[in-house]
C-alpha cells in the first residue's frame, strides 16, 4: 500500500541556519502518527515544511504528487488542514463566523450547514457559544474551534501543531478522545506533534521521534510507549 503522504531527506532553513537534516518518514491513509520530541527538536518546523511556509529541500509528495513548489493555499485546496500551535482562531468573529469561514474554499452552502451541524455535534460546546466572539472563549474552547474550523475543510490529512498546549488535563483528554472519534468515524488521517508523549501514543498507532532535526526512533507507538529506555532517554517520563 503506498503512503498518502511520503516525505523523502527533508532538510528545512531559518536563514542560514538548518533545522531539519534529511529526514524521511511516511504515513499511510487513515493512521493516526505523532511526532515527538523536545522543544526546539525540529517538530513544528515539519509540519510547515510541509506546507511549505518555509525554505526546505527534499521531496514531499502527498497521494503521489509533489507539494514541492505549490502554495500553501494550493496545499489546503489539495486537502491538507494545519492547525498550528496557538490555535489562530479570528478572535473577533463568532464561533460559527470561524466555522464558515474554515469552509471559503467550498461553494456547496447546504452541505457546509451540514458540516457546521457536525463540528457543533463534535463539540457541543461550541454549540452553547455559537454567537460568541471566539476571543473570549477559554483556552479548550479556543483549541477546539480551530480544531472544527480545520475540519470544515473537508481534509484528507489533518496536521495538529501541540494541540495540547496550555490547557487542563480533562480539556486535554476530552480533546484527544475527539480526534480519535474523528479519525474513526471521518477517516481523517492525523499527524500530531505533542510534547504529551504519553498521550499522543495512547491514540497513534506509529511514532516518530525527533532530536535535533533527526529522526532517532521509529516504530509502533505502543512498543515505544512501553519501552522504557526509550521514555526515559526521549520522552521524560
Same mark, same amino acid.
Given at each position: 500500500?503506498?503512503?498518502?503522504?511520503d516525505?523523502q531527506?527533508l532538510?528545512a532553513?531559518y536563514?542560514?541556519?538548518? &533545522?531539519?537534516?534529511?529526514?524521511?518518514?511516511?504515513?499511510?491513509?487513515?493512521?493516526v502518527?505523532t511526532?515527538?520530541? &523536545?522543544n526546539? &527538536?525540529g517538530?513544528?518546523t515539519?509540519?510547515?515544511?510541509?506546507?511549505?511556509?518555509i525554505?526546505?529541500?527534499?521531496?514531499?509528495?502527498f497521494?503521489?504528487k509533489?507539494?514541492?513548489?505549490?502554495?500553501t493555499?494550493s496545499?489546503?485546496?489539495?486537502?491538507?488542514?494545519?492547525?498550528?500551535? #496557538?490555535?489562530?482562531?479570528f478572535?473577533?468573529?463568532?464561533?460559527?463566523?470561524?466555522?464558515?469561514?474554515?469552509?471559503?474554499?467550498?461553494?456547496?452552502?447546504?452541505?457546509?450547514?451540514?458540516?457546521?451541524e457536525?463540528?457543533?455535534g463534535?463539540f457541543?460546546k461550541?454549540?452553547?457559544?455559537?454567537s460568541q466572539?471566539?476571543g473570549?472563549?477559554?483556552?479548550?474552547?479556543?483549541q477546539m474551534?480551530a480544531?472544527?474550523?480545520?475540519?470544515?475543510?473537508r481534509?484528507?490529512?489533518?496536521?495538529?501543531?501541540?494541540?495540547?498546549? #496550555?490547557? &487542563?488535563?480533562?480539556?486535554?483528554?476530552?480533546l484527544?478522545?475527539?480526534? #480519535?472519534?474523528i479519525n474513526?468515524?471521518?477517516?481523517?488521517?492525523?499527524?500530531?506533534?505533542e510534547?504529551?508523549?504519553?498521550?499522543?501514543?495512547?491514540?497513534?498507532?506509529?511514532?516518530y521521534?525527533?532530536?535535533?532535526?533527526?529522526?532517532?526512533?521509529?516504530?509502533d507507538?505502543?512498543?515505544?510507549?512501553?519501552?522504557?529506555?526509550?521514555?526515559k532517554s526521549?520522552? #521524560?517520563?
Amino acid at each position: 500500500m503506498s503512503a498518502m503522504l511520503d516525505i523523502q531527506d527533508l532538510r528545512a532553513y531559518y536563514g542560514q541556519v538548518q &533545522a531539519l537534516h534529511g529526514l524521511q518518514f511516511s504515513l499511510n491513509e487513515g493512521s493516526v502518527t505523532t511526532l515527538l520530541g &523536545a522543544n526546539g &527538536a525540529g517538530k513544528t518546523t515539519t509540519l510547515r515544511s510541509i506546507c511549505n511556509m518555509i525554505r526546505s529541500t527534499g521531496t514531499i509528495r502527498f497521494e503521489g504528487k509533489p507539494l514541492t513548489g505549490k502554495s500553501t493555499e494550493s496545499i489546503v485546496k489539495l486537502g491538507i488542514a494545519h492547525v498550528p500551535q #496557538g490555535r489562530g482562531t479570528f478572535t473577533r468573529m463568532t464561533v460559527e463566523e470561524n466555522l464558515q469561514l474554515g469552509a471559503i474554499t467550498r461553494s456547496d452552502t447546504k452541505a457546509i450547514a451540514g458540516d457546521i451541524e457536525r463540528m457543533y455535534g463534535h463539540f457541543p460546546k461550541l454549540r452553547e457559544r455559537s454567537s460568541q466572539q471566539a476571543g473570549t472563549l477559554s483556552g479548550g474552547e479556543q483549541q477546539m474551534l480551530a480544531v472544527a474550523r480545520a475540519l470544515m475543510l473537508r481534509p484528507r490529512l489533518m496536521l495538529l501543531d501541540e494541540p495540547s498546549f #496550555g490547557l &487542563a488535563p480533562l480539556v486535554v483528554r476530552d480533546l484527544f478522545g475527539i480526534l #480519535g472519534k474523528i479519525n474513526r468515524e471521518d477517516k481523517v488521517t492525523i499527524l500530531v506533534v505533542e510534547q504529551n508523549a504519553q498521550l499522543a501514543l495512547e491514540i497513534a498507532k506509529q511514532a516518530y521521534v525527533i532530536e535535533t532535526g533527526r529522526i532517532v526512533m521509529s516504530g509502533d507507538a505502543k512498543e515505544i510507549a512501553d519501552n522504557e529506555d526509550i521514555r526515559k532517554s526521549y520522552l #521524560g517520563y
